[in-house]
């Protein structure tokens, strides 16, 4: 079974100002994926970044990197230069059988001025 | 291209009632995956359905059931409906590969 982490219930950023959210990950299985959402007020999930366990590299999105870590299992969002468009809550998810995503609880991230 | 739909936006339902919820899948998307969020429970998996097959459910009620049409589309239907009920339901959508779940804007459910 998949279990995601996430320990900041919530953050606050300055705009313009770099944050990183924190996901740690367990897995049986070989190869995976992890993935990013961002639900603003609205409810919509919006995809923002990939990370396949195999990448050589870390996944980059325009302003969101990861900082993908696979010894220590942890899979954190970088984003770069904060708006204020940017306050929502964030979610780190893993996908398990059958198209079945795992979420952590999620962090809601605030940008002020 | 055009995203994932679900229909209605929001509902307001009476304890007993029983509701259906739809979503319409991106084109030549197999797999829709049906999602619960409250904000007691976090996001919990209800089912997904590919190629009109339920490969995986969750654990909830038998209240709680599905069905995937031929075109993909699907819904969700919850009977006897609780207050604890009350939450935003996704669906995503998604080949049914492991990559890419494209989310639609959710259904608010309101029990009263």
């Known amino acids: 079974a998949q279990k995601i982490t996430q320990t900041q219930p919530g953050m606050f950023v300055q705009e313009k100002e770099a944050v990183t959210l924190d996901c740690t990950y367990d897995?049986?299985?070989?190869?995976?994926?992890l993935f990013w959402y961002k639900q603003p007020s609205s409810g919509e999930m919006i995809f923002l970044i990939y990370?396949?366990?195999?990448?050589?590299q870390n996944a980059t999105e325009g302003r969101y990197s990861l900082n993908f870590q696979k010894a220590r299992k942890s899979a954190n969002l970088v984003i770069s230069a904060s708006q204020l468009g940017d306050s929502a809550m964030y979610f780190c998810?893993?996908?398990?059988?059958?198209?079945?995503?795992?979420f952590g609880t999620g962090t809601r991230l605030q940008v002020t001025l | 291209k055009a995203g994932v739909t679900q229909t209605p936006r929001y509902l307001i339902k009476t304890r007993g009632q029983q509701v259906t919820l739809s979503c319409s899948p991106i084109s030549g998307h197999r797999s829709v995956s049906w999602y619960q969020q409250t904000p007691g429970q976090g996001l919990q998996f209800l089912f997904e359905y590919f190629s009109e097959t339920q490969r995986n459910k969750g654990n909830f009620p038998g209240r709680f059931s599905g069905r995937q049409f031929s075109n993909s589309r699907s819904e969700m239907n919850v009977s006897t409906l609780e207050l604890g009920d009350s939450a935003l339901y996704l669906c995503?959508?998604?080949?049914?590969?492991?990559?890419?779940?494209?989310f639609g804007s959710g259904t608010r459910l309101t029990v009263v």
């Open positions: 990370q396949g366990s195999y990448d050589q």
């Open positions: 998810a893993i996908p398990g059988t059958a198209s079945k995503l795992t």
């Open positions: 995503a959508s998604s080949t049914g590969q492991g990559h890419g779940y494209t």
């Open positions: 897995t049986s299985d070989p190869s995976y994926g």
